[in-house]
C-alpha cells in the first residue's frame, strides 16, 4: 500500500500489514513517519495511490464512506466531541443517523457511559462541564454506540496528563476484555504501544515498517538501529512488564496494625482493619503510645501477586525498607519482596526469601 500527495511526498510506501481480528494492533513512529495517514486509510478519509485496504475480506474503495465510517468507531485527540450536543446526544449520534428511536439511542448512550466509567449524571452535560478525561470517555463511548467491529484510534490520550492517561489505557484494556474490538492505535508514544498492542507496528520516516511484531519480542530482539534507538536504552526494563512473576514466593516483615504498640527494632509494615498497607514505621521510631499515620513512611508501590515482574521490581526499588510490598487483588497484604529477589528470578535462579 502507497500514498504518494501531488508534489510527490510519500506518507505510506509498501506497507503490508495484517491486523488480527479481536486484537490491538499499534501504529507508533516519529511524527512524520505516516501513522495517521495509514489509519485513515481504513475509513477513507484518505484514498491510497496504489494497493488495497481490506476490511473483513472487502476492499474498503467498494464501499460508500459514509456508510463506511458509521460501521468503524473512530476516537482522536481531545475526543472531538460536539460542544453544542450534550453527552447522551454525542453518544447518539450514530445510532440517530440508523434513525433508532430517541429512547433507544438514550438507554444505549447510558448503558455506555457505565461501560466507559462514567457516572450517568454527567449524561446531560455538555463537554465544556467535563475533565479531559471524561471527555475521552465519552468520545470512547461515542465509538462504541453502533457497536462496530473496528476502532480506529488516533493518540486518544495524548493530550491528558500521565495520571489520567494511564487510568484511560487500563479502561480501554478492560473494555477490549469484555468487548474483543479490532482495534488500530496510533501513538508516538512506545511505553503506551508496548502497553497496549498485542502487536506493534514501528513505522520510520518515509512510510517504511521497520519490524511488526508482539511487544516482548521487539523488546527482546530489535530489527535494527532505528528501532533500538526508538525504544530506548531501557528497553530491558520495559520487557518486564512480559516477564512471568511465578517464581516469585513473597518473603515476611514484621507487621503491625494501626493503633497497635510496636516493640520491634527494624522496619516495621502496618496494616489497616483489613490488613492493607499504610505505610511503614522506620527502625529506631516506634511511638511511646499507639501507631498512627502520622508517623509512617510512605510505602512505595504496591506489587499485586500475579502480575508481570516490572511491577515487582518497581515497588521494591521505591519501597524505604528496600522490601516490596506484595498485595492480593483486593489489596490485602500478602507478603514482601527484595530487588536482588527479583532479579535472581529474572537471570532463572531460584533466589532466596527476603
Given amino acids: 500500500m502507497r500514498k504518494e500527495y501531488p508534489g510527490g511526498a510519500v506518507a505510506v510506501d509498501d506497507v503490508d500489514l495484517k491486523v488480527e481480528a479481536g486484537t490491538i494492533t499499534v501504529l507508533v513512529g516519529p511524527s512524520g513517519c505516516g501513522k495517521t495517514t495509514l489509519l485513515r486509510m481504513v475509513n477513507r478519509m484518505i484514498d491510497p495511490s496504489a494497493g488495497t485496504v481490506l476490511v473483513d475480506g472487502r476492499d474498503v474503495r467498494e464501499a460508500d464512506p459514509a456508510l463506511l465510517r458509521r460501521g468503524i468507531g473512530y476516537v482522536i485527540q481531545q475526543a472531538g466531541l460536539f460542544p453544542h450536543r450534550t453527552v447522551v446526544d454525542n453518544i447518539a449520534t450514530v445510532p440517530r443517523l440508523y434513525r433508532a428511536s430517541r429512547r433507544d439511542t438514550r438507554r444505549r448512550a447510558q448503558e455506555l457511559l457505565d461501560l466507559v466509567g462514567l457516572p450517568a449524571t454527567l449524561a446531560d452535560r455538555y ?44 479502561e480501554l484494556l478492560r473494555l477490549q476484555g469484555e468487548l474483543g474490538k479490532t482495534v488500530l492505535f496510533v501513538t508516538h508514544d512506545i511505553d ?50 512480559f516477564v512471568d512473576s511465578d517464581g516469585i514466593e513473597p518473603g515476611e516483615v514484621d507487621t503491625i496494625a494501626l493503633g497497635e504498640r510496636s516493640t520491634a527494632t527494624g522496619w516495621v509494615l502496618v496494616l489497616d482493619g483489613d490488613r492493607r498497607p499504610r505505610g511503614w514505621l522506620p527502625p529506631g521510631a516506634a511511638p511511646d503510645g499507639p501507631v498512627t499515620e502520622d508517623g509512617l513512611v510512605a510505602g512505595g508501590s504496591l506489587y499485586t501477586r500475579g502480575t508481570a ?46
Fill in 192 to 241: 503506551e504501544a508496548v502497553k497496549l498492542g498485542e502487536k506493534v507496528a514501528v513505522l520510520r520516516t518515509g512510510g517504511h515498517v521497520a519490524q511488526y511484531a508482539a511487544p516482548d519480542e521487539l523488546l527482546a530482539r530489535p530489527a535494527d538501529d532505528f528501532v533500538t534507538s526508538f525504544i530506548g536504552r531501557d528497553r530491558g526494563y520495559r520487557r518486564l512488564s
Fill in 309 to 354: 515482574l516490572r511491577g515487582a521490581l518497581d515497588a521494591a526499588l521505591s519501597a524505604p525498607s528496600g522490601l516490596g510490598v506484595v498485595v492480593d487483588e483486593h489489596g490485602g497484604y500478602v507478603g514482601v519482596v527484595g530487588a536482588r529477589h527479583v532479579l535472581d528470578v529474572i537471570e532463572g535462579g531460584r533466589g532466596e526469601r527476603p
Fill in 127 to 170: 463537554p465544556a462541564q467535563l475533565s479531559g478525561g471524561q471527555q475521552q470517555r465519552v468520545g470512547v463511548a461515542r465509538a462504541l454506540a453502533a457497536d462496530p467491529p473496528v476502532l480506529l484510534m488516533d493518540e486518544p490520550f495524548s493530550a491528558v496528563d500521565p495520571v489520567v492517561r494511564e487510568g484511560l489505557q487500563d
